[in-house]
T-cell receptor, first 112, second 114 residues
Framework: DQQVKQNSPSLSVQEGRISILNCDYT??????FLWYKKYPAEGPTFLIS?????DKNEDGRFTVFLNKSAKHLSLHIVPSQPGDSAVYFC???????????FGAGTTVTVRA | DSGVTQTPKHLITATGQRVTLRCSPR?????VYWYQQSLDQGLQFLIH???????AKGNILERFSAQQFPDLHSELNLSSLELGDSALYFC?????????????FGEGSRLTVL
């Protein structure tokens, strides 16, 4: 049962433009959401998170938006850089849970 | 470098065999998580240990078992291996639980079952 879904397996964007990655979830108990970035031959690394009490969190070029009513979150990368080319995983958890549920990932390719 | 160490990095074995994957968490982290990533799939949660005790189980097969030792390192044992067990197995650690902060992942152990 996939509770976190990333429906776009890949995204190609030109350097300097905005990358928008989308994520949907089904479990209404989720109240904490994270994005992880993964390069080949490496483990995922934490990128940015958002609590359900917020609808936006910003960290440099990365902004995460949360729409609780739609059970949808998105990650915006502005401007996109070649080093952003990686797989991005959306993840979610709840206050009374001990695990992160991950989406299948979106592969971002930033073109020069 | 996340501070989480996984060994071996690569492992090739045959069906029916048994393997052990090892994980050393970051210094000071009490929680260890195991995840499985099969081809083109997300990370599937297997099991979570906190300070030596099992706290949560995910979609972990009965052929798989894990434990966390007093020194906090963890081992994932996979037995009666099948072709479908071929995957990347990630270990992650955190200070406490996932909802209080991010997980720190190791580089993974790639298991190939022939």
């Amino acid at each position: 049962d996939q509770q976190v879904k990333q429906n776009s397996p890949s995204l190609s964007v030109q350097e300097g433009r905005i990358s928008i990655l989308n994520c949907d979830y089904t479990n209404s108990m989720f109240d904490y959401f994270l994005w992880y970035k993964k390069y080949p031959a490496e483990g995922p690394t934490f990128l940015i998170s958002i609590s359900s009490i917020k609808d936006k969190n910003e960290d440099g070029r990365f902004t995460v938006f949360l729409n609780k009513s739609a059970k949808h979150l998105s990650l915006h990368i502005v401007p996109s850089q070649p080093g952003d080319s990686a797989v991005y995983f959306c993840a979610a958890t709840s206050s009374n849970d001990y695990k992160l549920s991950f989406g299948a990932g979106t592969t971002v390719t930033v073109r020069a | 470098d996340s501070g989480v160490t996984q060994t071996p990095k690569h492992l090739i074995t045959a069906t029916g065999q048994r393997v052990t994957l090892r994980c050393s968490p970051r210094s000071g982290d009490l929680s260890v998580y195991w995840y499985q990533q099969s081809l083109d799939q997300g990370l599937q949660f297997l099991i979570h240990y906190y300070n030596g005790e099992e706290r949560a189980k995910g979609n972990i097969l009965e052929r798989f078992s894990a434990q966390q030792f007093p020194d906090l390192h963890s081992e994932l044992n996979l037995s009666s291996l099948e072709l479908g067990d071929s995957a990347l197995y990630f270990c992650a650690s955190s200070v406490a639980t996932a909802n209080t902060g991010e997980l720190f992942f190791g580089e993974g152990s790639r298991l190939t079952v022939l």
